[in-house]
C-alpha cells in the first residue's frame, strides 16, 4: 500500500510558476513508476506527466512540454512537478499517481492516487 500526498498548490498569475510536491509513503517509492494527471472543472483528468523508477525517462503530454518538469528523488520518496510559464488552462486539480508496472498516460495504469492540489492560474 502506498499513500501520497500532494502539496504546493495555489493561486498564480499567468506567466508565473508553482512546484508542485507528492510524498510517498512506504520504502518501496523506487519501485514505482510515477505519473501527474490534472482535472479541469467540467472536464475529465488529462494525463501531464510520467516518469519512470529511476528517473531516467519522462514523457510529457504536449500542452506542456517546454514548461514543466517531472522529477523525483527516490531517497526523499517523492516527486516533483516544476511548473513554470504556467497559463489560464493550466488551472486544474493536479493529482499524482503511482504504478506498479511502467506508468501509463491512461489512469488506469495506475494503482495509488494522492488526494489532489489545487492549481489557480489568474490571467
Known amino acids: 500500500q502506498v499513500q501520497l500526498v500532494e502539496s504546493g498548490g495555489g493561486l498564480v498569475q499567468a506567466g508565473g510558476s508553482l512546484r508542485l510536491s507528492c510524498a510517498a509513503s512506504g520504502r518501496t517509492f523506487s519501485s514505482y513508476a510515477m505519473g501527474w494527471f490534472r482535472q479541469a472543472p467540467g472536464k475529465e483528468r488529462e494525463f501531464v506527466v510520467r516518469?519512470?523508477?529511476?528517473?531516467?525517462?519522462?514523457y510529457y503530454t504536449d500542452s506542456v512540454k517546454g514548461r514543466f518538469t517531472i522529477s523525483r528523488d527516490n531517497a526523499k520518496n517523492t516527486v516533483y512537478l516544476q511548473m513554470n510559464s504556467l497559463k489560464p488552462e493550466d488551472t486544474a486539480v493536479y493529482y499524482c499517481?503511482?504504478?506498479?508496472?511502467?506508468?501509463?498516460?491512461?489512469?488506469?495504469?495506475?494503482?495509488?492516487w494522492g488526494q489532489g492540489a489545487q492549481v489557480t492560474v489568474s490571467s
Open positions: 499517481a503511482a504504478s506498479r508496472g511502467y506508468g501509463s498516460s491512461l489512469s488506469s495504469g495506475y494503482d495509488y
Open positions: 516518469i519512470t523508477r529511476s528517473g531516467g525517462s519522462t
